[in-house]
């Protein structure tokens, strides 16, 4: 039920108990009972236990990313591990409704901690915490996994989990932050200037605190940006790969953004059915499954259509008694019959 509050929008409780009143006789087969209150809505998100919606978005998260695994869009094929960027977002809670959350800066929140799977498109770890939980303490929390590639910005410079991420055999990428000190141990080539690489060094840092947490040599890139016109300093313990490369794949790191952007104005973790600490995981979590189905009809299907488009028509078809199959192949053949009409005009 909560999924289908999610695909069609619904604004609150009330708005979930009045749309289904229209589904009444459909109850039965859906398992709903024989009616759905708002009252017991309300229940049913302040006692469930999150934990069983955490479990679900990780199984969809697995079928979802298992599903479009061989997707590729963004790297070169020389590029086969795989790549995730990690970052978060911050979903404000009005203070006075949402009292149980820490106030800072004078509101409420709650961050979404977030690894992200470049490939598939699909947020592979996500965890809640409060808004005022630093970025670098959750990243001893993700799991990570040797010869895959994680991106982060410069609030993910911790170094014990960078040691700890290399003595695994997983690479990382990050943006040096200030103040941190480095000799130099070689300067590396740069064959192709023009990609913007400006520097390619070998290095090992040299502050007092950071000796201890980061002895190994890492490598540091010089990248300046025309689209932003700014100078981008990189840290990582990839070697092996072009220093452009580098810089390219920490530009992809815009993805995660855009997935917190998505799924921010398509579905509903902004505007929560309840108020209690319970019923706003449970939405968010209920958000990233609802997610990765969409994301898994995407794949399956073969659809040439963006995921906002998809939850669109999924909103006003899902009490029709048909095959999804036939409802999509049914899109499909119109939409071809539509580009073919629109060409025949062009001709004449």
Same mark, same amino acid.
């Given at each position: 039920m909560m999924v289908w509050a999610q695909l069609t929008g619904r604004e609150s409780l009330r708005d979930i108990s009045d749309s289904l009143k229209g589904h009444q006789k459909k109850f039965h087969h859906l398992g709903f009972g024989k009616s759905v209150c708002r009252s017991t809505l309300s229940q049913a998100n302040e006692k469930r236990e999150v934990k069983i919606f955490q479990l679900m978005s990780e199984r969809m998260v697995e079928t979802a990313q298992q599903a479009r695994i061989d997707l590729n869009p963004l790297f070169e094929d020389d590029i086969n591990f795989r790549v995730y960027a990690g970052d978060s977002t911050t979903i404000p809670l009005e203070k006075n409704t949402f009292w149980w959350s820490k106030i800072q800066h004078g509101s409420g929140g709650l961050k979404m901690h977030t690894l992200f799977d470049l490939?598939?498109?699909?947020?592979v770890c996500t965890i809640i915490t409060g808004h005022e939980i630093r970025d670098q303490s959750i990243m001893g929390l993700f799991?990570? *996994?040797?010869g895959s590639l994680y991106v982060f910005n410069k609030a993910y410079v911790k170094l014990r989990s960078l040691s700890a991420?290399?003595?695994l055999g997983a690479y990382f990428i990050v943006r040096r932050k200030k103040r941190m000190n480095f000799e130099? #141990?070689?300067e590396r080539d740069c064959p192709n200037p023009k990609e913007g690489v400006l520097r390619d060094l070998e290095i090992r840092l040299s502050n007092r605190w950071a000796e201890s947490r980061y002895t190994k040599p890492m490598r540091m890139i010089y990248y300046y940006s025309k689209e932003?016109?700014? =100078? %981008? +300093? %990189?840290? =990582?313990? *990839? %070697?092996?790969m072009e220093a452009h490369k580098i810089a390219y794949l920490y530009k992809c790191r815009w993805q995660i953004e855009l997935f917190f952007k998505w799924i921010k104005q398509h579905l509903k973790i902004k505007r929560f059915y309840g108020?209690? +600490?319970?019923?706003?995981k449970i939405q968010i979590y209920v958000g990233i499954i609802t997610y990765c189905l969409v994301a898994i009809v995407e794949k399956v299907y073969k659809l040439n259509r963006s995921p906002f488009e998809? #939850?669109?028509m999924l909103s006003?078809? #899902? %009490?029709e008694k048909r095959s999804l199959r036939e409802f999509l192949e049914e899109h499909k053949q119109e939409e071809k019959y539509q580009n073919d009409t629109s060409l025949m005009f062009k001709l004449f």
């Open positions: 490939l598939s498109s699909i947020p799991h990570y *996994q040797a991420m290399d003595d130099i #141990l070689k932003n016109n700014q =100078t %981008f +300093e %990189f840290l =990582t313990n *990839q %070697f092996d108020t209690s +600490e319970n019923a706003v998809l #939850l669109r006003v078809s #899902l %009490f």
